[in-house]
């Protein structure tokens, strides 16, 4: 897991985490992109293993690095434009085009 934090300690979100999803036999390379949050200051990074009944969780060579952030961008724009075309807004009650109630005088079987 991985969180951003600004200058007072707060979490900011966006932090992606790899995810190998499965058992390995052996080493596995993982490669990660991601945007870095207005007002970050730290990256908190915990290595975690969920639901595991045995085994060993190594690292080597982890290396953070600076990258043209262009395709990012692009591709966080084009996931919220889908987002956003997807949701349906709310609309307001419109009683004038609501059925008439209906009206029981009496119950009969």
């Known amino acids: 897991m991985m969180n951003f934090k600004d200058a007072g ?4 979100g966006g932090a992606p985490a790899p995810n190998i999803g499965k058992s ?13 949050p207005e ?9 975690t293993l969920f639901q595991v009944q045995h085994g060993t ?7 953070l690095k600076p990258i043209d952030p262009e395709a990012l961008v692009a ?3 084009k996931a919220d ?10 609309e307001k009650p419109q009683r004038e085009k ?3 109630e209906l009206h029981v005088e009496a119950r009969r079987y």
């Open 9 to 12: 300690g707060k979490k900011l």
């Open 24 to 36: 390995t036999e052996g080493w596995v390379e993982r490669k990660v992109q991601f945007l870095v």
């Open 39 to 47: 007002g970050a200051r730290t990256l908190e990074m915990m290595p």
């Open 57 to 63: 969780l190594d690292f080597d060579d982890l290396v």
């Open 75 to 77: 591709a966080k724009a």
């Open 81 to 90: 434009a889908e987002r956003k075309a997807a949701e349906v807004p709310a």
């Open 98 to 100: 609501w059925p008439q």
